[in-house]
């Protein structure tokens, strides 16, 4: 039972920090935040996406019937390697760059750079994760809004990877991608939600 509520905390913790990233970046947008507090805020809320988001993923995993494991574990492992870019990118640049003011390109977030792909590299693995999870939710259940919240979130990845990879970064490209905002966290609303439903109805039926 514990392992429900972790998940179900999880799920929460990731969507609450996911909504924290949104706001920070439209402070940056509009200019309400300067260097170096803007870059602070979207890493770190970012940073605090990603163990949550984790830790969802595997509670899930274990939650899920033996016939749909295939596909948790896939969403699982695509879970760990985001995890695996996005942690190394945000520490990097909390705890390195920006308290010392590194300038080196190698080090530095710019369009095309090396942290800048390990960002990219990230939240597609991360779309990934939750479009390999569709396959366990059922389509006529109180799973369906997972269902289709995980499938919308995986479908937004392309877009997120335009951003990242088109020749020429723009503002205007970014909002391209703003839809990520809602499936990010309504993908993990959901899933704590389902989780505590699945939770209420063992101990109802034990």
Not at 30 to 38: A, Q
Not at 99 to 104: G, K, V
Not at 147 to 166: C, D, E, I, N, Q
Not at 189 to 198: G, P, S, V, W
Request: net charge positive; proline share 5%.
């Amino acid at each position: 039972m514990f392992s429900v509520k972790l998940g179900f905390y999880s799920a929460w913790a990731a969507a609450i920090a996911s909504v924290g990233y949104t706001v920070s970046q439209i402070l940056q947008v509009i200019g309400v935040f300067g260097k170096p507090l803007d870059d602070i805020l979207i890493y770190g809320f970012s940073l605090c996406i990603a163990p949550p988001f984790l830790f969802a993923m595997l509670v899930l995993h274990y939650t899920v019937l033996s016939d749909k494991k295939i596909w948790s574990h896939a969403a699982l492992l695509f879970a760990v390697m985001y995890n695996t870019f996005v942690i190394l990118m945000y520490v990097v640049q909390l705890t390195s760059v920006i308290p010392y003011n590194i300038s080196n390109p190698i080090l530095t977030v710019t369009p095309h750079s090396l942290f800048w792909d390990l960002d990219a590299l990230g939240y597609i693995n991360m779309g990934l994760a939750t479009l390999f999870a569709v396959p366990i939710f059922n389509r006529n259940s109180s799973e369906k809004y997972c269902k289709w919240f995980f499938l919308a979130h995986g479908l937004v990845t392309p877009l997120v990877a335009t951003v990242y990879f088109s020749p020429k970064f723009s503002i205007a490209l970014l909002f391209m991608a703003s839809p990520w905002s809602i499936t990010a966290a309504g993908s993990m609303i959901c899933l704590a939600y389902l989780l505590k439903r699945n939770f209420l109805k063992k101990v109802l039926t034990s």
